[in-house]
C-alpha cells in the first residue's frame, strides 16, 4: 500500500522519527494554486490534477454507497 501524507514544514522531523524504520519519501510541497502535482525520480510529471478533481473522485463512492 501507498499513502500520501500532509505535514506543515516544521513538523517533518516529528513525522521522520515517527516513520522510522519505514521507507517514505517526501514528493512534494504543499502549492497555494489548488492544484496537486507530483514528479517521478527523473523529474518527469506523474501526477498534474486540481486538488477539486481529486476530492471528488475520492468521495464519489462514499455518496454513492452512503448516501454521504
Do not use: H, T
Not at 21 to 50: H, P, T, Y
Not at 57 to 67: C, T, V
Amino acid at each position: 500500500s501507498r499513502f500520501i501524507v500532509s505535514v506543515e514544514e516544521g513538523c517533518y522531523e516529528r513525522l521522520a522519527a515517527l516513520l522510522k524504520g519505514v521507507s517514505f519519501s517526501v514528493i512534494g510541497r504543499v502549492r497555494d494554486d489548488g492544484r496537486f502535482n507530483i514528479k517521478g525520480m527523473n523529474g518527469n510529471q506523474v501526477i498534474a490534477s486540481k486538488i477539486e478533481e481529486l476530492e471528488e473522485a475520492w468521495l464519489a463512492p462514499f455518496k454513492e454507497n452512503f448516501n454521504a
